[in-house]
């Protein structure tokens, strides 16, 4: 092992990114890739191997933290998972972990409390003051992720299709769904079946359409805010779970479906508090377990100059997450 940078990987289902950063937190070098949950993207390890690509050569590199869905769940998966990791850095120190417990990590720098996670699925993970922890959800989209982006963009298109059958009012955002992809509202079966059937990522390209209901919902239509309604109903079942001993116990949020303004209140008035706002984002949990493979100091100064570090690479690097 020699240099003295660290490689921090945010993991998720529609997006994955990669920081670079030296040992005063500064972010050097970011990438950024689609998703590699191995459990909807048959294609994962390419898809990941172009993200480590810019960094595998680097001799500077000390030590690399992977945060990574599924990890910890699905054995076999795991394992493949670490074993991806281990062989592209033989020289570094490398650490695996969920891609929601870096999120934690990140969000109260290593404290307790608890992070309510909507993305492309759903958790809750909890760590208590003695650095144990409790999760709750993140089963995947046949069996779980109530609440997640994935989860409303769903139940939006069978919004949309009761409208077009007249099972339910016309709606506003039937007519953004169809708009937004493209298809004729006159032949919207053919549309939206043959939109369905071609998708190559379906999670991701249906969890998109969350911004969509969160649109409509802030125009005023009624089926669209009754969603956004059992989302924030579905995420705050999560909390109670994981907090069962606490009910005061401090909360914040990940992941993009928390874009949605209304998503977040909602949740607030349900848990009966506003939500800490995270100390760091996902990818800075990353940099944080990294820099504590190396003995590195994690200081306030620290902290700050990687939260700064990390928020301004997000902006700069990732594409809008579905809000």
Same mark, same amino acid.
């Given at each position: 092992?020699?240099?003295d940078?660290?490689?921090?990987?945010?993991?998720?289902g529609?997006?994955?990114?990669?920081a670079?950063?030296?040992?005063?937190g500064?972010?050097?070098?970011?990438a950024l890739?689609?998703?590699?949950?191995?459990?909807?993207?048959?294609?994962? =390890?390419?898809?990941l191997?172009?993200g *480590?690509?810019p960094?595998?050569?680097?001799?500077?590199?000390?030590?690399?933290a992977?945060?990574?869905?599924?990890?910890?769940? @699905?054995r076999?998966?795991?394992?493949a998972?670490?074993? @991806?990791?281990?062989?592209a850095?033989?020289?570094?120190?490398?650490? @695996?972990?969920?891609?929601?417990d870096?999120?934690?990590r990140g969000?109260?720098? &290593?404290?307790? &409390?608890? *992070?309510? *996670?909507? &993305?492309?699925?759903?958790?809750a993970w909890?760590?208590?003051?003695? &650095?144990?922890?409790?999760?709750?959800?993140?089963w995947?989209?046949?069996?779980?992720d109530?609440?997640?982006?994935?989860?409303?963009?769903?139940?939006?298109?069978?919004?949309?299709?009761?409208?077009?059958?007249g099972r339910q009012?016309p709606?506003?955002?039937? /007519?953004?769904?169809?708009?937004?992809?493209?298809?004729?509202?006159?032949d919207?079966?053919?549309?939206?079946?043959?939109?369905v059937?071609?998708?190559?990522?379906?999670?991701?390209?249906?969890a998109?359409l969350?911004? *969509?209901?969160?649109?409509?919902? =802030?125009?005023?239509?009624?089926?669209?805010?009754?969603l956004?309604?059992?989302?924030?109903?579905?995420?705050?079942?999560h909390y109670?779970?994981?907090?069962?001993?606490?009910?005061?116990?401090?909360?914040t949020?990940?992941?993009?479906?928390?874009?949605?303004?209304?998503?977040?209140?909602?949740l607030?008035? =349900?848990?009966?508090?506003?939500?800490?706002?995270?100390?760091?984002?996902?990818v800075?949990?990353?940099?944080?377990?990294a820099?504590? =493979?190396?003995g590195?100091?994690?200081?306030?100064?620290w902290l700050?100059?990687?939260?700064? /570090?990390?928020?301004?690479?997000?902006?700069?690097?990732?594409?809008?997450?579905?809000r």
């Amino acid at each position: 092992m020699s240099g003295d940078l660290i490689l921090g990987i945010d993991g998720g289902g529609s997006k994955t990114l990669l920081a670079l950063a030296n040992r005063q937190g500064h972010i050097l070098e970011t990438a950024l890739v689609g998703g590699v949950n191995p459990m909807d993207n048959p294609n994962w =390890r390419s898809e990941l191997d172009k993200g *480590l690509a810019p960094f595998r050569s680097r001799t500077d590199l000390a030590a690399v933290a992977a945060a990574f869905p599924v990890f910890g769940e @699905v054995r076999h998966l795991s394992q493949a998972q670490e074993e @991806v990791i281990a062989e592209a850095f033989p020289a570094a120190r490398t650490q @695996v972990l969920n891609d929601v417990d870096a999120a934690h990590r990140g969000a109260f720098a &290593g404290q307790a &409390g608890v *992070l309510i *996670l909507s &993305g492309t699925g759903s958790m809750a993970w909890a760590r208590d003051t003695e &650095g144990r922890s409790t999760r709750s959800g993140g089963w995947g989209d046949v069996i779980g992720d109530e609440g997640s982006s994935y989860w409303i963009g769903r139940l939006a298109l069978s919004l949309v299709s009761q409208s077009l059958d007249g099972r339910q009012p016309p709606s506003r955002l039937a /007519s953004l769904v169809l708009s937004h992809l493209q298809i004729d509202p006159a032949d919207a079966m053919n549309g939206l079946g043959a939109w369905v059937t071609d998708l190559a990522h379906p999670r991701p390209a249906i969890a998109a359409l969350s911004r *969509l209901v969160d649109e409509a919902a =802030r125009e005023g239509d009624v089926a669209s805010r009754q969603l956004i309604d059992q989302a924030a109903d579905e995420l705050a079942k999560h909390y109670r779970a994981v907090a069962a001993g606490d009910k005061d116990a401090d909360w914040t949020h990940g992941g993009g479906t928390f874009g949605s303004r209304l998503l977040l209140t909602a949740l607030e008035a =349900r848990i009966g508090r506003a939500a800490l706002a995270p100390l760091l984002p996902p990818v800075g949990g990353a940099l944080l377990v990294a820099a504590q =493979r190396l003995g590195w100091s994690q200081d306030r100064d620290w902290l700050t100059t990687t939260a700064a /570090s990390a928020r301004a690479a997000v902006t700069e690097t990732m594409t809008p997450l579905p809000r």
